[in-house]
């Protein structure tokens, strides 16, 4: 018997580079047309956004239609075809929702234009309109509610009144109210929840000689800035108008960038949705209540009974409730509030599933996207069934996307039937479309892995919840998303941390056990496809593992960063200093501490002049700890939060991020 040429395996691998070369060619010219096209092109040009989503979807189908007529295992009874069947059913329903949020993206509403118009038509009004500001609040601490109250009282339009709503009964909090000068309300029990505290509020402003005009919410933890009131009122020039809605900026890190020690890299999560989202959902005409820094018109909200209770997502439903009355909600995308992002990954998840599960409510409500006869228009249900399938399929994919590949191994479950030219040659070219086109249109708020990252830390919740809401819609408690407390030590959140591990766990074991522990068949099976899947997954399950080890945070106040001039006077001495960051409790300043540790300064800022004492010197900054009078804590309150200083992360870019996800890693 003669044996085999000797150059056979070299000849096969020589016919497999020209295949190999093949199947990369249309993602190395979807890399190439992206390089050369995207820096010339203006992501606020609604034209090429147009033109970039168009070439998104038709790569995004090219790839679902590949799945379904290749990739499918053999129809039959088989465990192969049974997850093969739910897994691409669960992604062509995240492709749909996807392809629905890529249209609203080709365009962008801005209001601000229209704000600036209608100006001089508010300061015309004879009298002012007159607001009403509710401020909701159950447990927070008083340094959350002190500026909160403070900034309110403070904004720059006459014609307003402040009122505490407090579902906690808590006597310190009116004797607060009383010293600041706000109204105090609260009620015998918490019934409906903030929705039930609202409403409690509404009935007692409108048995007052002089109901308002206008209703202004505000969760406790977000302060208002001074012109707040003056640029949301003036988009309701329009009768038609019943809501206002502005963004939700924070001051301090959520959970992801804490714990990845990357916030000043890499924004809040929330950017994306505020900045990008709720932006190309207003131009469409379907932009919705977010709850705080929000203004409402009182007699609509009157007439449609106030805010509603049938979901824990009362403010997108009050949104509804006014569009079947006749009256639209619009954005206005303008950095005119400043609170508190969930600072525990527990309160993170904890605030996700309530959206999860209220999205549920409504969609099994009388104004879900489906029912007949509820006055919605088709881009309201439109809106809806994509934030449905958002909240479903996208974190339904990513449990799967981690779950099919451990099948494989473990119980050589084949759920996918393709091998890794075929797979290039079709996902390549959607997936570095995605990367590109989407980081164009967001300026980098969208990446690859911290997206996975960010829905695989609440993807298991966020499913439950939904269940939840579909099966049951009605019953289901409001959990408060707990802020402030003592947050100084580290500590681990086992309940997800333990999730995480064996899946990691899993994926380890299964690839150790395919490619060292048996013979190797399943390699020349064609799983190299599952092998570079499974290395995906261990690096975004690696991620999620860190950011379940919390972080402490020692500083007591968030800092904000600035490069504002300041004068520090230290007895017979002033010395001019730039400030590098500041807080409610403190500043950090260039330059050499004009004395001891200890030593009693006072830093003027502008018109202002804090207390202080020198905590720590350095050789090239120092640090002074604020002791502000009572009188003069709302004077600082009021120049922290007057508009000039963010925490927003001004340049995002995917090397600084990668390089702070790595050495956060490898600590």
């Known amino acids: 018997m003669s044996a085999a040429p000797a150059a056979s395996p070299s000849a096969s691998e020589t016919r497999a580079v020209p295949v190999l070369l093949e199947a990369l060619a249309p993602g190395i010219l979807v890399i190439g047309a992206a390089w050369a096209l995207l820096p010339w092109l203006r992501a606020d040009d609604e034209r090429a956004r147009a033109a970039m989503v168009a070439v998104m979807i038709a ?110 009964r808590r006597a310190w909090l009116e004797a607060l109210c009383r010293r600041l000068g706000s109204g105090y309300l609260t009620r015998p029990d918490n019934a409906h929840a903030k ?3 609202i409403n409690n509020g509404l009935a007692h402003v409108a048995s007052l000689p002089e109901p308002p005009d206008f209703i202004s919410i505000l969760d406790a933890d977000f302060v208002p800035m001074p012109q707040f009131l003056r640029r949301a009122l003036s988009l309701f020039r329009e009768d038609d108008v019943g809501i206002v809605q502005t963004p939700q900026h924070f001051i301090n890190s ?3 960038q804490t714990n990845l020690s990357m916030a000043r890299v890499w924004p809040d999560e929330q950017r994306y949705f505020f900045d990008v989202v709720m932006a190309s959902k207003d131009a469409w005409g379907a932009s919705f209540c977010c709850g705080t820094s929000s203004v409402l018109r009182f007699s609509v909200l009157q007439k449609i009974g106030g805010f509603p209770t049938d979901s824990v997502t009362e403010d997108y439903l009050v949104t509804l409730k006014m569009k079947a009355a006749g009256f639209r909600t619009v954005y206005l995308n303008e950095r005119l509030s400043l609170g508190l992002a969930p600072e525990g990954l527990k309160e993170y998840v904890t605030q996700r599933s309530r959206w999860a599960l209220g999205f549920a409510q409504i969609c099994r409500g009388p104004l879900g996207p489906l029912r007949r006869r509820n006055s919605l228009t088709l881009v309201d249900r439109i809106s809806l069934i994509e934030a449905f399938l958002y909240w479903s399929a996208n974190y339904s994919f990513r449990l799967l996307g981690i779950i099919v590949p451990i099948l494989y191994w473990l119980f050589n479950v084949h759920a996918v039937e393709a091998d890794v030219a075929q797979t290039l ?28 990252v960010t829905q695989l830390l609440a993807a298991s919740q966020i499913v439950k919840a939904l269940a939840h809401g579909l099966i049951k819609p009605k019953g289901h408690k409001f959990r408060v998303t707990a ?55 261990i690096l975004v399950l690696t991620i999620a593992c860190v950011v379940c080890v919390e972080q402490p945070r020692l500083r007591a106040t968030e800092r904000l960063p600035t490069r504002d001039a300041a004068i520090v006077h230290g007895g017979s001495d002033a010395i001019a200093c730039r400030i590098l ?23 003027a800022l502008d018109r202002l002049r804090v207390p202080g004492r020198i905590v720590r010197s350095g050789e090239s900054d120092f640090a002074v700890n604020f002791e502000p009078a009572a009188s003069a804590r709302a004077d600082l309150i ?30």
């Open 581 to 603: 960051d500041i807080s409610l409790g403190g500043a950090r300043l260039a330059g050499t501490a004009p004395g001891k540790l200890g030593t009693a300064v006072t830093v």
């Open 425 to 452: 040659a079709y996902y390549l070219p959607h997936f570095m479309a995605q990367i590109a086109i989407v980081g164009w249109m967001t300026q980098g708020r969208v990446m690859p892995v911290m997206s996975d």
């Open 483 to 537: 802020k402030g407390g003592d947050r100084s030590r580290r500590f681990v959140q086992w309940p997800l941390l333990k999730v995480f591990l064996v899946y990691l766990a899993l994926t380890v074991a299964g690839v150790v056990w395919a490619f060292v522990l048996e013979d190797g068949n399943k390699l020349r099976d064609s799983s190299a496809l599952c092998l570079f899947w499974s290395w995906y997954n």
């Open 195 to 197: 929705a039930g505290n």
């Open 254 to 256: 959520d959970p992801l």
């Open 638 to 667: 009021r120049f922290i939060y007057s508009g000039r200083y963010s925490a927003t992360v001004p340049r995002i870019e995917p090397a600084r991020v990668a390089a702070a996800v790595l050495g956060r890693v490898m600590r």
């Open 59 to 168: 790569l995004m189908w090219r790839y679902l239609l590949w799945r379904w007529l290749v990739t499918l295992p053999p129809a039959g009874l088989s465990l192969n075809f049974g997850v093969g069947l739910i897994f691409v059913l669960v992604e062509t329903l995240m492709s749909a929702g996807s392809t629905v949020t890529l249209i609203f993206l080709a365009r962008l509403g801005n209001r601000s234009p229209d704000a600036d118009r209608n100006a001089a038509w508010l300061e015309a009004q004879r009298p002012l309109p007159l607001v009403d500001v509710l401020i909701c609040t159950y447990n927070e601490e008083e340094a959350i509610l002190e500026r909160t109250i403070v900034g309110a009282l403070s904004m720059d339009y006459p014609r307003h009144r402040v009122w505490v709503l407090d579902d906690g």
